[in-house]
């Protein structure tokens, strides 16, 4: 198994420093948190569906008490400090994640286990994680959240530019500045035609049309709201190692979520 993740990370187009960074992580993550999961069943891994919004869920055990989803962070910057412990725990991405899995086995499946599982990428990585128990209130709430963004985004229909909001330029710093920033301030720019033809939601592209709805245009016409490119290519190295490592378990059992990510 250790040959599979070091093969998974070597291929990876990360300068060797960051993969060094990325086995690190990995290995912080094992030894926190492997041993107590062989306890769990695990019932899914990586799965993904789009009804009612658009989700992929990192990983789904089970004991005699019920389900715990986790959902991995990464950070590369910075540390697990409590303004993470804050955002993560007022994000309305658990509550969605357990929405959806509610669609899918029913009310029964409250209260929810959550667990946030933080992961700085770095020489010495720190982790921490985020205990939370969910019910079908905290669900609905956000189910309702994500179909107000929806209407929002619907109501500035088929024109263009959208609404541009300059504060969402450098949200994230100056390292981070918008790829788009031509487009909406520089004086004769030709702007990209076209909506993003009513996609579904996602919590991650609701949070990016909240943060400039032009931003988010341009993302869908030019086809990069999926770019995997750019500072988080080390999360989803580390992601990709943990699918592989939780997935090796997964293969010896049947589980209703895996053939739920199949018709999806």
């Given at each position: 198994m250790e040959s599979v993740i070091s093969d998974i990370i070597a291929a990876s187009t990360l300068p060797d420093w960051d993969k060094e960074a990325v086995a690190s992580a990995v290995d912080a993550a094992i030894k926190t948190w492997w041993e107590k999961d062989k306890d769990y069943e695990v019932i899914a891994v990586e799965l993904?569906?789009?009804?009612?919004?658009?989700?992929?869920?990192?990983?789904?055990?089970?004991?005699?008490?019920g389900l715990?989803?986790?959902?991995?962070?990464?950070?590369?910057?910075?540390?697990?400090d409590e303004r993470w412990v804050y955002r993560e725990?007022?994000?309305?991405?658990?509550?969605?994640?357990v929405a959806a899995l509610s669609r899918i086995l029913g009310r029964r499946i409250f209260p929810v286990r959550y667990e946030v599982r933080g992961?700085?990428?770095g020489e010495r990585p720190q982790?921490?994680?985020?205990?939370?128990?969910?019910?079908?209130g905290d669900a609905l709430t956000a189910v309702r959240n994500l179909a107000s963004i929806n209407r929002q985004r619907k109501a500035l229909g088929k024109r263009y530019p959208w609404t541009r909001n300059p504060s969402g330029c450098e949200c994230f710093g100056p390292m981070y500045a918008c790829e788009f920033g031509a487009f909406c301030w520089e004086r004769g720019a030709v702007v990209p035609e076209g909506t993003d033809g009513n996609a579904p939601l996602s919590h991650t592209s609701a949070s990016e049309f909240l943060r400039c709805p032009e931003r988010y245009r341009l993302l869908r016409v030019?086809?990069?709201?999926?770019?995997?490119?750019?500072?988080?290519?080390?999360?989803i190295v580390f992601h990709r190692a943990m699918e592989v490592l939780y997935c090796q378990k997964l293969k010896q059992e049947d589980s209703i979520l895996l053939s739920e990510k199949r018709r999806d």
């Open positions: 993904y569906g789009e009804r009612p919004f658009r989700y992929k869920i990192d990983l789904v055990l089970q004991d005699r008490n715990v989803v986790v959902d991995w962070k990464t950070k590369t910057f910075g540390k697990l725990k007022h994000s309305y991405q658990p509550k969605l994640y992961v700085t990428i982790v921490a994680m985020i205990p939370m128990l969910l019910t079908h030019l086809g990069k709201i999926e770019d995997e490119e750019g500072p988080h290519v080390a999360g």
